[in-house]
């Protein structure tokens, strides 16, 4: 039998750097940032960006540790056989092809021997043709009304990348002359609070809903696509399906039976995981219904543009792969698992949510790819919100409590430009002000203060930072931030020998839920509570029946056909409420 690969922990590059971190702490970041040619050489420009990863705690012995690292892990040929469509999520047996989601018309990539290329074209030529034919009316509402408004309802990565790119977009002023008259809500928490947050005001008659599911068997998405579809036919009859509700899934068959017409359904691959499935129709069918297909091929184009950089360029100037290394140097040598995402640009507002998925669904795995206890704690815990918000919320902790390392990404030009007449600078500038003297506070160690308040007032500095900066955020530079951050979980999760492409932690959760939606309907058709018998613990148990007893009713009404209209009008008084008056 074959000797089994070892650790990664156990390389000679590992135990390198673990031995090279002793050199490391006896410097300060400060007087790394004195070294010029040190700051040159972790300075790096391309695509247009400019990546500064000179307050890391690192030098260039650091750096090219970091590239043995990456040598031992086989990195590059990792990445290759992503590209070639090689069936790396051995666990799913499935190959991680979201990059020819975004792929050039021309371009070949294969899975099992067959070019993709041409059928993801397909989908987005379908996608463009009813997109220009709802924005242009040639699609109208069973009444006759163009539909103006899209309710996408999805969940996980059928919903936060999506919603990411829709809140870049919403304030771009190209985007935003496209998308004039049109409204694109999304609706993924399967609480009956998001329904009515989602449906609140729209009127059905001009409203589309496009059902989001990889599986088409996500209960939170099918009950939401089910209470869509109430909604809709309590209004405007059930023939209003086939002109109000399309789908995307990679499952057409339970689209059908679901009732949506699978013309009207927009397929992708079981070769596009969730997570990373934005380019897919999952984010380019509702985004192109609200900003067109000229910003969206723009959008893949963008994140296009990242693939073929992390595929090609050298792994000293590959941007993916330098911030992957670094944080891997940041989390299993530096001891710092967490990483905070800092926007200094109100339109990012939801790149830390989608990337907490992309980051810690992928890579929060406990063993190797072989299925091996890992000897090392793999994944990054991912949290974030814009500057300056978070400079009012959250960043004393970063200052003087725990130490976490950062990405704070800036924008040369803003989206929006302001610059009112008495101010020393624009609102922007102003932003940026804060932008500078945020990743510069970090490194520095200050103590010019009374005394008494030395130790309150010291900011110890020495926490690692990386300084990103986009000349503008575009359909284009919103794709390649995307692919950036998508290919730097890769590079993790290659580099821990993980396979960051499934996601059995979420499934056990699932099946709980299941089993307890059978008790809670079992105790309301039988108007009894929970006995220890049931099969469920004492703490559940007991927490169960105090639920059921705060209902104002152990036992349901009788559950309606149509959707409960008062949900979204609150003059009436909601249904459970009427029961109890
Ligand atoms: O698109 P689907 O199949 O509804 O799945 C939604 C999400 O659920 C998960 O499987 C787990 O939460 C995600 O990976 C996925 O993005």
Redesign the pocket.
Same mark, same amino acid.
């Given at each position: 039998m074959a000797k089994p690969a070892p650790s990664i922990a156990e390389t000679p590059a590992w135990k390198a750097l673990q031995e090279h971190v002793v050199d490391i702490e006896q410097t300060h970041l400060r007087d790394l940032l004195s070294d010029q040619q040190r700051c040159e050489a972790l300075i790096k420009e391309d695509l247009g960006l400019y990546l500064d990863l000179s307050r890391q705690r690192v030098n260039q012995t650091t750096l090219k540790l970091l590239m043995d690292l990456a040598e031992a892990s086989q990195l590059r040929s990792k990445v290759e056989a992503m590209f070639r469509g090689e069936r790396i999520n051995e666990t799913e047996d499935r190959a991680v092809l979201h990059v020819a989601t975004r792929a050039r018309r021309d371009q070949v990539i294969t899975e099992g021997g067959k070019n993709v290329v041409p059928e993801v074209w397909e989908v987005l030529d379908k996608i463009k043709g009813f997109a220009d034919k709802v924005r242009g009316g040639g699609w109208v509402g069973v009444t006759g009304k163009p539909l103006t408004n899209v309710v996408a309802v #999805?969940?996980? #990565? &059928?919903f936060l990348g999506p919603l990411f790119v829709h809140t870049a977009l919403s304030t771009e002023p190209r985007a935003m002359a496209s998308s004039r008259g049109r409204e694109l809500r999304f609706l993924a928490n399967v609480d009956p609070i998001d329904v009515a947050t989602a449906l609140q005001g729209l009127d059905p008659e001009t409203t589309l809903v496009v059902i989001? &599911?990889? *599986?088409? *068997? *996500?209960a939170e *998405?099918m009950l939401n696509a089910r209470t869509c579809r109430a909604w809709l036919t309590a209004q405007l009859g059930p023939e209003s399906v086939a002109k109000h509700m399309v789908a995307v899934s990679t499952n057409l068959k339970l689209v059908e039976e679901f009732g949506i017409d699978p013309v009207n359904a927009f397929g992708f691959w079981d070769w596009v995981? #969730?997570?990373f499935s934005v380019c897919s129709a999952v984010g380019v069918l509702p985004l192109t219904l609200q900003y067109g297909w000229d910003v969206m091929a723009r959008f893949l184009a963008g994140a296009n543009a990242m693939d073929d950089h992390f595929r090609n360029a050298p792994l000293e100037s590959n941007l993916p792969v330098l911030m992957g290394l670094v944080s891997v140097w940041n989390i299993s040598f530096m001891g710092l698992p967490a990483r905070a995402l800092l926007p200094y640009c109100q339109a990012l507002s939801k790149l830390a949510p989608h990337i907490q /998925?992309v980051s810690m669904?992928s890579n929060g795995k406990g063993v190797d790819i072989k299925g091996k206890p890992l000897p090392f704690e793999a994944g990054e815990i991912d949290f974030g919100e814009p500057g300056t918000n978070g400079q009012h919320s959250f960043y004393q902790l970063i200052h003087q409590g725990r130490v976490i390392p950062c990405d704070f990404i800036g924008i040369v030009r803003s989206q929006q430009s302001v610059y009112l007449k008495g101010e020393t600078v624009s609102n922007h500038d102003e932003l940026m002000c804060n932008f500078f003297a945020q990743a510069t506070s970090l490194e520095l160690r200050s103590a010019s203060v009374p005394d008494h308040l030395v130790p309150h007032k010291v900011f110890t500095g020495n926490r690692p930072s990386l300084s990103l900066l986009l000349p503008e955020l575009n359909a284009y530079t919103v794709g390649q931030l995307l692919a950036l951050y998508e290919h730097q979980v890769a590079v993790q999760g290659f580099v821990w020998n993980i396979n960051s492409f499934d /996601?059995w932690g979420?499934e056990l959760g699932k099946v709980l839920a299941s089993k307890l939606r059978t008790k809670i309907a079992e105790a309301r058709t039988n108007s009894r509570f929970m006995a220890g018998s049931d099969g469920l613990n004492y703490s559940t148990t007991r927490m169960v029946n105090k639920y059921l007893a705060g209902k104002r009713q152990l036992v349901y009404d009788t559950p309606k056909d149509v959707f409960p209209v008062d949900l979204l009008n609150p003059e009436k008084p909601a249904a459970d409420e009427k029961a109890a008056i």
């Open positions: #999805g969940i996980g #990565g &059928s989001i &599911s990889k *599986t088409f *068997t *996500t *998405t995981g #969730g997570r /998925q669904e /996601q979420v």
